[in-house]
């Protein structure tokens, strides 16, 4: 396992594998390494001649005594990540991997990968979570775009423009106030708080934007903000980070002027596909399906080296979604509910 400073050229020497995404340059392991403390690395995986196979990033964080690494780790808005390698021949890329990070010390890994085949990881022992997302393809003629979205959606976008809303590019990091303002009313309807706070969505900003991977829109009624969203761009694909609209002016239709300024902005780039993460079938999932996405289950696999690092994985998840629910109480100033007890397996 190497740092990743030591490859001064990564984002050159990755360019050409067929997994890269914005998740796998360098402004964005950056990014992680900051935000989660953490140490960003690679694994470098080789034949027995010595011959480079494949470059495994990721970040080595700590809780703990535990050592863990993320190729990412779920909660870490990294819709994927995973090793980078040639060819469709991945056999052996798991059991190198596990032995660089025995090697290394680490107790515990998670990693997404579109392309490794799902047989070899349940052989090895691995557990699987889906994180599903909808990818809707773009167009350079604006006019077959339009065309490929639901009729329903093109009705609800012309009625938001007739309605006076108007979408712009924002060129500084001050809009993400409006936006975490906006998100935060979102979760507080369902009686919790966001997995994020506004300090992460200007830290991801700070050490995005001046690199050019990524973007703000807001739209406006009458000179307000009612909705808002923040994009990371690189490439071919363009994946939706936040987005949130005032819920006052949801029947002007500024989620559907939104996402189609998105369309239209990522289209002028070169992308090919806007990614929007969501579950299928929840009431996001279908307002998202009339955009007539790609349905696209990313799979999350995670591998422990003992039952007691499972527990401790899903106690940890549970005790987030206690302190979410926790910071909702104590913004309203009332009584803070204790955590559910649950019993064990």
């Given at each position: 396992?190497?740092?990743?400073?030591?490859?001064?050229?990564?984002?050159?020497?990755?360019?050409?594998?067929?997994?890269?995404?914005?998740?796998?340059?360098?402004?964005?392991?950056?990014?992680?390494?900051?935000?989660?403390?953490?140490?960003?690395?690679?694994?470098?995986?080789?034949?027995?001649?010595?011959?480079?196979?494949?470059?495994?990033?990721?970040?080595?964080?700590?809780?703990?005594?535990?050592?863990?690494?993320?190729?990412?780790?779920?909660?870490?808005?990294?819709?994927?990540?995973?090793?980078?390698?040639?060819?469709?021949?991945?056999?052996?890329?798991?059991?190198?991997?596990?032995?660089?990070?025995?090697?290394?010390?680490?107790?515990?890994?998670e990693f997404v990968s579109e392309r490794l085949p799902t047989?070899?990881?349940?052989?090895?022992?691995?557990?699987?979570?889906?994180?599903?997302?909808?990818?809707?393809?773009?167009?350079?003629?604006?006019?077959?775009?339009?065309?490929?979205?639901?009729?329903?959606?093109?009705?609800?976008?012309?009625?938001?423009v007739k309605n006076g809303l108007t979408g712009r590019m924002?060129?500084?990091?001050?809009?993400?106030?409006?936006?975490?303002?906006?998100?935060?009313?979102?979760?507080?309807?369902?009686?919790?708080?966001?997995?994020?706070?506004?300090?992460?969505?200007?830290?991801?900003?700070?050490?995005?934007?001046?690199?050019?991977?990524?973007f703000g829109i807001e739209i406006l009624f009458q000179e307000?903000?009612?909705?808002?969203?923040?994009?990371?761009?690189?490439?071919?694909?363009?994946?939706?980070?936040?987005?949130?609209?005032?819920?006052?002016?949801?029947?002007?239709?500024?989620?559907?002027?939104?996402?189609?300024?998105?369309?239209?902005?990522?289209?002028?780039?070169?992308?090919?596909?806007?990614?929007?993460?969501?579950?299928?079938?929840?009431?996001?999932?279908?307002?998202?399906?009339?955009?007539?996405?790609?349905?696209?289950?990313?799979?999350?696999?995670?591998?422990?080296?003992?039952?007691?690092?499972?527990?401790?994985?899903?106690?940890?998840?549970?005790?987030?979604?206690?302190?979410?629910?926790?910071?909702?109480?104590?913004?309203?100033?009332?009584?803070?509910?204790?955590?559910?007890?649950?019993?064990?397996?």
């Open positions: 396992m190497l740092a990743l400073d030591d490859f001064p050229d990564w984002d050159g020497r990755i360019a050409d594998f067929p997994q890269k995404r914005i998740f796998h340059e360098s402004v964005w392991l950056r990014f992680l390494e900051k935000d989660q403390r953490g140490r960003a690395v690679v694994i470098r995986l080789t034949d027995a001649g010595g011959v480079e196979q494949a470059l495994w990033p990721g970040v080595v964080v700590r809780k703990g005594p535990v050592r863990i690494f993320g190729s990412p780790l779920r909660g870490w808005g990294t819709v994927t990540m995973g090793p980078l390698y040639h060819g469709e021949d991945s056999r052996g890329l798991l059991a190198a991997a596990e032995a660089a990070l025995a090697k290394a010390g680490i107790h515990h890994w047989e070899e990881a349940q052989e090895r022992g691995y557990r699987l979570e889906r994180s599903p997302t909808h990818r809707i393809p773009l167009d350079p003629d604006e006019g077959r775009m339009w065309a490929h979205i639901q009729q329903r959606c093109r009705t609800s976008t012309r009625k938001a924002v060129e500084d990091g001050r809009f993400l106030e409006d936006l975490y303002r906006m998100v935060a009313e979102i979760f507080a309807r369902q009686k919790t708080t966001p997995s994020y706070d506004l300090a992460r969505l200007q830290r991801l900003w700070n050490a995005l934007y001046p690199h050019g991977k990524c307000e903000v009612i909705a808002a969203g923040l994009f990371l761009s690189a490439g071919r694909q363009v994946y939706a980070w936040s987005e949130a609209s005032d819920s006052k002016f949801n029947s002007l239709g500024p989620n559907n002027l939104l996402y189609w300024e998105a369309m239209r902005r990522s289209a002028v780039l070169g992308a090919t596909h806007l990614h929007l993460p969501g579950a299928p079938g929840s009431s996001i999932g279908k307002f998202k399906a009339s955009f007539n996405p790609d349905i696209l289950d990313y799979p999350f696999w995670i591998l422990d080296r003992s039952r007691l690092l499972r527990w401790g994985r899903r106690l940890y998840k549970e005790m987030a979604g206690w302190r979410a629910r926790r910071g909702y109480w104590m913004r309203r100033g009332g009584r803070i509910p204790e955590p559910e007890e649950k019993g064990g397996e």
